[in-house]
């Protein structure tokens, strides 16, 4: 009698290899399998698949060849070993004298082999664990060596491959759309594609300064943070006057101030349901505020250090930190307590973002570097060890602030370096460098259709850029100390954003419309 497996397929792979990995299992789930990502239920699976990649053998060979003996084993028939080849590497040889697939190109006729070979459908693939074929090697560079792509990887070189790989967009649902031209692709994959677009200038293009706003006035130190309720009504500030202030969008009436921090707060964050406000502050903790009762539900314990940033899961369910203490925390923002802790950064953490599917987390530091933590499975994999998926380098300062596109494909990061820099958050990549401000920019956020990025300043000013173009759109002036926290409302037509000390206001601005103007000569892009 064959075994009751509980998932059809486990997969092995680097961490390095964590969003193709991520790609891969949404795909496969999909299709309808059972899919398995971690060691822990690999004995329950009746499949592995194995992403081969150099970072995988160079660097995590020992714990994933311990993963496959058990698929590996020739007695045992009822399971299944499918590497998967991702990239041109040097295959050990207990593995290379199994059938691979390549998946290099991720046509759709790799794709449909790899859904036959985890259904253990041999009549399909013709795969089966006795059978041999050729060994697929990396062929012979002497002259170029092949870079390997770790968390620990070097400063870019400057070198480009010949053809720039394809960024991946998982959409919630299947977009239908362009039949005819699709059923002409017979190479494509069966998920949507997107090629990175080239930042460019078009010249002529007339300056656009905004100046009118509302003017939201009660705070008496630094505006450090505002966020606005997913509800559209009501924005929230913090401020190091040691309160919260919520006001009404619409008229810019001040609804409530909420007190008991001991020192400045630094982070401000809302619920889905925009019923509570979690902040963060400078006195160690994170305190839960209830919206409508404006009482404090509860405080959070446990950083050793000032917080600097606080967010919210889009289910609701967790809060993250970033603190001085260099270090990440997940909270369960039910009990209170704290689920895991992430550490790995070696200066201050200054800004964190939730990526939309809520399973990662992006933190930025005082050195220049930011970091993409596995937020999903949290302490399953030894996290607090150090270890992260990706590190982000090219910024020359601190980065300050930190944004991830809607669509989850993209990081916008803000710095001292008076730059922001645009990134692939699958692969690590600098797309592109922003250059306008005249001073650190602190604040980012992207609009809600992932089309333009809002900078704050503390040259005074926030600036509006086409995130595929990088042409600045905008430029508002107003106030009058430096630009702290920004924020996009979710209709994406106003912005919120909160200055320093000697001016201390909220301000409400509206976004022109996209229209694709830009400011002549107030730009600079810097191509990585």
């Known amino acids: 009698m064959g075994q009751d497996f509980q998932y059809d397929v486990f997969i092995g792979y680097s961490f390095n290899d964590w969003l193709k990995m991520r790609e891969l299992e949404e795909c496969l789930k999909k299709e309808g399998l059972r899919v398995c990502v971690n060691a822990l239920c690999k004995e329950q699976s009746r499949a592995m698949i194995l992403l081969m990649s150099r970072a995988a053998f160079e660097y995590e060979w020992p714990t994933l060849e311990q993963h496959t003996l058990l698929f590996r084993d020739p007695t045992n028939s009822e399971r299944r070993f499918v590497p998967l080849l991702l990239e041109d590497c040097q295959v050990p040889d207990e593995i290379a004298r199994f059938p691979t697939i390549d998946w290099r190109e991720q046509t759709n006729e790799a794709y449909e082999k790899l859904l036959a070979a985890c259904r253990l459908e041999?009549?399909?693939?013709?795969?089966?664990?006795?059978?041999?074929?050729?060994?697929?090697?990396?062929?012979?560079?002497?002259?170029?060596?092949?870079?390997?792509?770790?968390?620990?990887?070097?400063?870019?070189?400057?070198?480009?491959?010949?053809?720039?790989?394809?960024?991946?967009?998982?959409?919630?649902?299947?977009?239908?759309?362009?039949?005819?031209?699709?059923?002409?692709?017979?190479?494509?994959?069966?998920?949507?594609?997107?090629?990175?677009?080239?930042?460019?200038?078009?010249?002529?293009?007339?300056?656009?300064?905004?100046?009118?706003?509302?003017?939201?006035?009660?705070?008496?130190?630094?505006?450090?943070?505002?966020?606005?309720?997913?509800?559209?009504?009501?924005?929230?500030?913090?401020?190091?006057?040691?309160?919260?202030?919520?006001?009404?969008?619409?008229?810019?009436?001040?609804?409530?101030?909420?007190?008991?921090?001991?020192?400045?707060?630094?982070?401000?964050?809302?619920?889905?349901?925009?019923?509570?406000?979690?902040?963060?502050?400078?006195?160690?903790?994170?305190?839960?505020?209830?919206?409508?009762?404006?009482?404090?539900?509860?405080?959070?314990?446990?950083?050793?250090?000032?917080?600097?940033?606080?967010?919210?899961?889009?289910?609701?369910?967790?809060?993250?930190?970033?603190?001085?203490?260099?270090?990440?925390?997940?909270?369960?923002?039910?009990t209170g307590g704290c689920l895991v802790t992430y550490a790995g950064h070696d200066e201050e953490i200054s800004d964190i973002a939730v990526t939309p599917d809520g399973k990662g987390v992006i933190s930025c530091d005082a050195d220049g570097v930011l970091k993409l933590w596995d937020l999903g499975r949290g302490g399953l994999w030894e996290m607090a060890s150090g270890e992260c998926l990706i590190t982000f380098k090219g910024h020359e300062d601190e980065v300050c602030g930190v944004a991830v596109t809607p669509d989850g494909t993209r990081v916008v990061s803000a710095s001292a370096d008076n730059t922001l820099k645009v990134w692939n958050i699958r692969t690590g990549e600098c797309l592109a460098t922003f250059a306008g401000h005249k001073s650190t920019v602190w604040g980012v956020?992207?609009?809600?259709?992932?089309?333009?990025?809002?900078?704050?300043?503390?040259?005074?000013?926030?600036?509006?850029?086409?995130?595929?173009?990088?042409?600045?759109?905008?430029?508002?002036?107003?106030?009058?100390?430096?630009?702290?926290?920004v924020a996009i409302t979710p209709d994406g037509k106003k912005v919120v954003s909160g200055a320093s000390e000697g001016d201390a206001t909220v301000r409400v601005w509206e976004l022109p419309p996209p229209v694709g103007e830009a400011t002549e000569g107030a730009v600079e892009i810097l191509l990585p």
């Open 122 to 334: 041999e009549e399909k693939t013709g795969i089966a664990p006795e059978e041999k074929e050729p060994v697929i090697e990396a062929p012979a560079e002497p002259e170029e060596p092949q870079e390997v792509v770790s968390e620990e990887a070097e400063e870019e070189t400057g070198e480009e491959p010949d053809e720039q790989p394809l960024e991946v967009s998982l959409p919630e649902e299947p977009v239908i759309e362009e039949a005819a031209v699709q059923e002409e692709k017979q190479d494509a994959v069966p998920w949507e594609l997107q090629e990175e677009a080239e930042v460019s200038i078009s010249p002529g293009i007339e300056e656009v300064v905004i100046r009118k706003a509302m003017i939201l006035e009660g705070h008496k130190d630094v505006i450090s943070c505002v966020a606005v309720t997913p509800d559209g009504k009501k924005v929230v500030s913090a401020s190091h006057d040691q309160t919260l202030k919520v006001w009404d969008l619409e008229t810019g009436q001040c609804l409530a101030t909420l007190t008991g921090h001991t020192n400045d707060i630094w982070g401000v964050a809302v619920t889905p349901d925009s019923k509570k406000v979690i902040s963060a502050s400078h006195d160690t903790t994170l305190r839960v505020w209830d919206l409508e009762s404006q009482q404090c539900l509860g405080t959070l314990e446990g950083h050793e250090d000032c917080i600097i940033a606080v967010a919210v899961t889009p289910d609701g369910k967790k809060v993250v930190s970033g603190s001085w203490d260099q270090t990440l925390k997940v909270w369960d923002l039910e």
């Open 445 to 485: 956020a992207v609009t809600p259709d992932g089309k333009r990025v809002v900078s704050g300043s503390w040259d005074k000013t926030l600036k509006l850029w086409d995130l595929e173009t990088g042409l600045c759109l905008a430029t508002f002036e107003g106030h009058t100390r430096w630009v702290y926290g």
